[in-house]
């Protein structure tokens, strides 16, 4: 039988015993975006035997130029970006296991969905997911690849708990809530995607078949217009002796993982440059969408499938998940938007 991952095995670094491990491995990725669906492409094709694909979002017609894995089809279907992943990974490598999550990755779910993998990958685009992701590992022991960009530049880092820096020995805190809402407002260039999302599975697949070379501590910082590449060793924020207030990283020293805890986060988050709110409905029952559906026909224009409603009320859409989650669009304010919720899915 013809051998699938030849040219992958005669390079020297896989091998044939990396082809094993990789076939053996198991990843999860945080959002399905521009960065999280080219990497999972990669892995995917590299051989990698299970991928989780955790996306709260659908597609639409603007993500095409740099979200490689979709289709027009899947924006014109509404289709949530995990579930069309997943069919198009399958059309790649019918053998491998996939997992598709059409959720929120919140302090709530992230152990069920984060904590059984041998690598995270972080396809998110906003720091609250990323601190998340980074206590989570932490509490786990389990490596994860950092990568963001905007424009045509970006950065990148593996994390590996107890070896490496963690996020917050980079970042300490989150940027302020104004700086955030400009992530997905700025431009990206889709080629420059595909650089850094490489070299995100690049560092993947180094971590899962355990190379040498895997989690070398170092940031990278691509500046792709100019053809920059930068690299800088972050150091551990280890406790200094000198001052009381240099306690060291919160999260890798001194263990207080508060995102993981739930003693951070929002029930209405803005989604930054989309015009819409999210609002995450804690401790409710799944939805029966079907029936949703049926109440709000009777008010205003609704498209249902089998992962969503979507119901258009002028000047608001508002698209309701089974897990009674909810993004409003047409408006940036929380406040705003719970009360749109609470009139029209329910308080
Ligand atoms: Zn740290």
Redesign the pocket.
């Known amino acids: 039988m013809e051998d699938r991952y030849r040219r992958q095995k005669a390079f020297l670094e896989i091998g044939e015993r990396g082809q094993k491990r990789l076939g053996q491995s198991r990843a999860a990725i945080c959002g399905m975006g521009a960065l999280g669906a080219m990497v999972a492409e990669r892995l995917c094709r590299s051989g990698v035997g299970f991928l989780r694909l955790i996306d709260r979002d659908w597609v639409e017609l603007d993500n095409l130029p740099r979200q490689a894995l979709y289709t027009t089809q899947d924006a014109m279907e509404v289709r949530p970006k995990s579930i069309a992943a997943q069919e198009h990974l399958l059309a790649i490598d019918p053998n491998i296991q996939l997992e598709s999550v059409v959720e929120d990755l919140t302090f709530a779910n992230a152990e069920k969905w984060l904590s059984d993998v041998d690598c995270i990958i972080d396809g998110t685009d906003n720091f609250e997911t990323r601190f998340l992701i980074n206590d989570l590992a932490i509490r786990f022991g389990i490596p994860w690849v950092h990568a963001g960009i905007v424009g045509a530049a970006g950065q990148s880092m593996a994390f590996v708990p107890g070896k490496t ?2 996020f ?2 980079l970042l300490p805190e989150p940027p302020p809530a104004e700086q955030m809402q400009t992530c997905d407002s700025a431009g990206v260039l889709g080629a420059a995607v595909g650089v850094i999302a490489s070299w995100q599975a690049i560092e993947a697949i180094k971590l899962l078949v355990e190379a040498e070379q895997a989690g070398d501590g170092c940031l990278r910082i691509f500046d792709l217009w100019a053809g920059d590449v930068r690299k800088i060793k972050v150091p ?2 280890l406790a200094s002796k000198e001052t009381d207030e240099q306690l060291g ?1 919160r ?3 001194r263990g207080e993982l508060d995102f993981l805890n739930g003693n951070v986060g929002t029930q209405a988050r803005v989604l930054c440059g989309r015009g819409a709110v999210q609002i995450q409905a804690s401790g409710r029952e799944q939805l029966n969408l079907s029936v949703l559906a049926a109440r709000l026909r009777a008010e205003g224009e609704v498209t249902e499938s089998a992962f969503l409603v979507r119901f258009s009320h002028h000047p608001y859409v508002i698209t309701v998940f089974s897990d009674a989650r909810a993004v409003v669009q047409g408006t940036e304010n929380p406040d705003e938007a719970r009360k749109i919720y609470a009139r029209w899915i329910g308080s």
């Open positions: 820096a963690c917050r020995c551990r924020n990283c999260a890798c020293v």
